[in-house]
């Protein structure tokens, strides 16, 4: 199934009166299928803000999000929730795991939170941290793994439930370049390799040209599409 | 028998045990016949002592009650940023909660398997001291001590439950290492 990510005028104003910050401002884009999009753009142009709304964690204050035709928003925290939990894989920028619990039980919790089949999710859970390489590390507890360890279980985490979308908030920002790159590049082979969108919020010029294509923005408006470098030598 | 002082004015006061059946109530010339609670409750100090136990004990339990609230309620506030990335990737309130009270049990229990032991053992030790210290440690004490202890910590959990549904899962985006 492919997934469509339509953002029509989509607004949002934090606070009121004179303490009011217009974070977003009429931001309308679409993806196309099966895309990666970087989001980048200077420190408070409103990215976090962005991926917060289309991720069903903050709520618009105009316009509208439609994924696969159907609206985002508007609906209750229980509703919010549960769309967060089946349609959308997070990896955040820190603390994404659970400390208490190893890598492999890590990936288990979006299963048990989706009360997907028990035995199923942990054949699932081993596949993913085979294909990004976490074998070795798969019964260390999570505060035993490296930063880009980390990073790497996390993207395995939001694949667990199968998501429509992936949004990814500043992954590398713990991470030295060139482990940065690593996590990065197995983002982005995850999410071609299962039709799924990615979105992925970065400051960083070298990591956003990975992808297909580069939305900047300034002020709360995306200013500039472009493809992304190597948009055309990554094999779909 | 003379109980009491030498001289004639000094009242003579002491108890005398006696077992039967309708004894309480009976009087006689210079003697009166109650039940043990009331003779006791009737001797200079132990009243007052006794309420003193009671405060304590009731102290004790206040106390304890306190602490482990404020114990489970710092236990949910360290919590604070996982909660908000488990609410993130979807998990429900009643989820988190369920979660918590979980650990509190699990944590209560341990609690117990520990401390039961412990006063078991003081128990034990105070009986073999010379001069006995006169207290009790009864079945009843510890089976309500411990229920109490349960129930309590599971109504302070009850407090965290409010902290967790306040938690916004969009901190999840903005928490640094
Ligand atoms: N909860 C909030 N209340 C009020 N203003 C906020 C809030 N969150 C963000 N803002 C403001 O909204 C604007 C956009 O913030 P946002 O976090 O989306 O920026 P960003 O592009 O992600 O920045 P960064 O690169 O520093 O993470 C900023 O001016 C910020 O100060
Ligand atoms: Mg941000």
Redesign the interface.
Known sequence: MTTTLVVQGLEKTYGSGDDAVRAVRNVSFETRPGEFVALVGPSGSGK?TL??MV?G??APTGGRILVNDREVGGTSK?DL??????M?G?V?????L??FLTAWENLL??AI??STDKKEAGARADRLLEELGLTKRRNALATQLS?GERQRVAIA?ALMNDPRLVLV?EPT??LDSARGRQVVESLIQEVRSRDVLGIMVTHDMAMAELADRVLEMHDGEIREHRAGKLADQVPK | MKYGGSGDDTPAASIVLLKGDDLPGKKGEGYEVYDKATAFANIEGVSGQQSTVTSLRVFGYLIGALVIGVFFYVLTLQKIPQIGVLKAIGASNLFVFRQILLQVVGISLIGLAISVPLAMLTDAGLRRLPDAVPIAFTTGTFVTTAALLLVTSIVGTAFSARQVIKVDPIIALGQQQ
């Open positions: 976090t991926l917060a991720g964690l903050l229980r929730a549960r769309y967060r939990r089946e959308i997070f955040f920028q820190a603390n994404n659970l400390p919790v979006p939170l989706g930063g985490r908030d920002a713990s």
